[in-house]
């Protein structure tokens, strides 16, 4: 079965940051690419940053790219987002899913499963 859990998102001020955490399964990891996309209020769900664990291939969208990383721990069947320098346009719910393995990048096409989100806010 697919496992997906978000967590790790909060408040924190312009130019702070936050690591949020995917805990997932190894059997996700052995048949999808994680993503990390968001939803801000109003907007549309937009991708972030994605990640193959089994090649180490990431796929980081312009927007958040060189604040955003992502990156996997496949002994703990975790994926994280480390974001950095975050904006009050950063904030929005953070879900993490499961794209299919033969997709390559980090769009909501790629996408075979949810997990539920986590709040990040980001204070001016």
């Known amino acids: 079965e697919v496992q997906l859990q978000a967590s790790g998102g909060g408040l924190v001020q312009a130019g702070g940051s936050l690591r949020l955490s995917c805990a997932t399964s190894?059997?996700?990891?052995?048949?999808?690419?994680i993503g990390w996309f968001r939803q801000a209020p109003g907007k549309e769900r937009e991708g972030t940053a994605c990640v193959s664990s089994s090649d180490d291939d990431t796929y980081v969208v312009d927007s958040v790219k060189g604040r955003f990383t992502v990156s996997s721990d496949n002994a703990k069947n975790t994926v994280y987002l480390q974001m950095n320098s975050l904006k009050p346009e950063d904030t929005a719910v953070y879900y993490c899913?499961?794209?299919?393995?033969?997709?390559?990048?980090?769009?909501?096409?790629?996408?075979?499963?949810w997990g539920k989100g986590t709040l990040v806010t980001v204070s001016s």
């Open positions: 899913a499961a794209l299919d393995s033969t997709y390559r990048g980090c769009g909501r096409f790629g996408v075979d499963y």
């Open positions: 190894k059997f996700t990891l052995a048949h999808h690419l």
